[in-house]
Structures are given as structure tokens and as C-alpha cells.
């Protein structure tokens, strides 16, 4: 399995629609979980951080499943102003970060 | 507001050129990171430090090497630039141990060898 894995997409959903991302990685002591935001010839953004109690932030929702490695990004009610690329981000040791390769979103008039 | 100020937008470099790409923050972060992003491969680690004078291996160190004299600034060495060093390039640093406090990117250095 490789260290972190996501499906590149793209997603294209309509304005409005729900979208789920899912992303798996193989370490399982891993303890940290992020989603980043990407978008198209910018730098890398900390969307949120993925808690082991599940986090919400407005439209965001981020879970965790340990048993299965892998998290989840969840956004409701896309905005045009959501198409971008999302990384799942989890810590590799104490002081790095593995970078999944993104999933891109792309949201419809 | 967290600046990770990159000197460079663009850069084209001969092959076989030392190119130093540099990186400076504004906000006192210990660590300080150095990427690349290629289109297939996503972001991969080059070499991070966690203090001044300190300096770790990524996963692709290869041709590369780092210096940090002050807290604020990370640069990047490609000792003798090739082909397959371009690619676009993301300085990062954090306040914490990464793993605890987000990454704060600058807006990347695209660099061309020809």
C-alpha cells in the first residue's frame, strides 16, 4: 500500500451537491490527519485537521477511521468557489508530513 | 499574518549551473521545509531543519543540499542543476513540530532547466 493514497479525480459535481473524497494510508501509527487545499498554480492551504472524533468546520466534515486507515473529506452544498485539488496529509514520524498526490474538484454552474 | 517569502517566481537555469533557490519567514518558526510538486508525483520532501545550523534528509535528498545560518531563512543548493530538476518548488515552515501545527507555504518557485 502506499503511504498515503487518494483517487486524482477529477470530481465534477454540480453547484449545491454533496462530495465525499476518501484517502487511505498505511502507517497505523500514524497520529495526525490533515486536509490541505491546493488550488490550481497556488500553494498548498491547511483546510483542517481530521480529529478521531470526527471535526466539522461550516460545509467541511473530516472523519477518522483507524481500524480502516483512512480518512474522509465530506463538503455540502458545493460552491464554484470549492473547485480546487484536496491532499490528505498524514505525519510520518515526529517532525514530517506525507503528502498524498490530491484530488481535484471540480463544482458546475 | 504567517509570510513564507520565496525569491523567485520563475527561474531558467543551465544544466549543470549551482542554483541556490531561497526562502525566508517572518515569524520565528523553528522548522523550516523544502518541496517539490511534479504533476503525477504530488508534493515530496527534500530536506527539512528544525533549528538553526540543522538540517534532516527527506526522501529525495539526491542533488540537493540545504544551509541554514539563520533562523529565518532556508535556502536550497542544486549543486549541479540537471533536467530532471525541474519542477516546481515550495519552501514551508511551521512553529511546532509538524505533525502538531499547519504548514505555511510560499507561493513556490517554478524553476526551468534547460
Known amino acids: 500500500r502506499k503511504e498515503v493514497e487518494q483517487d486524482p479525480g477529477p470530481f465534477n459535481v454540480p453547484e449545491g451537491a454533496t462530495v465525499a473524497f476518501n484517502c487511505t494510508y498505511s502507517?497505523?501509527?500514524?497520529?495526525?490527519f490533515f486536509w490541505y487545499r491546493q488550488d490550481c498554480r497556488k500553494e498548498p492551504k491547511l483546510l483542517m485537521s481530521v480529529y478521531s472524533s470526527g471535526n466539522e468546520d461550516g460545509r467541511f466534515t473530516a472523519q477518522l477511521n483507524r481500524a480502516s486507515q483512512y480518512i474522509s473529506l465530506l463538503i455540502r452544498d458545493s460552491k464554484l468557489s470549492d473547485s480546487a485539488t484536496y491532499l490528505c496529509?498524514?505525519?510520518?514520524?515526529?517532525?514530517?508530513?506525507?503528502f498524498g498526490k490530491g484530488t481535484m474538484l471540480l463544482v458546475s454552474p | 499574518d504567517v509570510k513564507v517569502t520565496q525569491s523567485s517566481r520563475y527561474l531558467v537555469k543551465r544544466t549543470g549551473e549551482k542554483v541556490f533557490l531561497e526562502c525566508v519567514q517572518d515569524m520565528d518558526h523553528e522548522n523550516m521545509f523544502w518541496y517539490r510538486q511534479d504533476p503525477g508525483l504530488g508534493l515530496r520532501l527534500i530536506y527539512f531543519s528544525y533549528d538553526v545550523k540543522m538540517k534532516e534528509k527527506g526522501d529525495i535528498p539526491e542533488g540537493y543540499s540545504v544551509s541554514r545560518e539563520k533562523k529565518e531563512r532556508f535556502s536550497l543548493i542544486l549543486e549541479s542543476a540537471s533536467t530532471n530538476q525541474t519542477s516546481m518548488y515550495l519552501c514551508?515552515?511551521?512553529?511546532?513540530?509538524?505533525?502538531?501545527?499547519?504548514?505555511?507555504f510560499g507561493n513556490g518557485t517554478r524553476l526551468t532547466v534547460t
Open positions: 514551508a515552515s511551521s512553529s511546532e513540530a509538524a505533525q502538531y501545527s499547519p504548514l505555511h
Open positions: 502507517n497505523s501509527a500514524s497520529q495526525s
Open positions: 496529509v498524514v505525519n510520518k514520524g515526529y517532525s514530517t508530513l506525507t
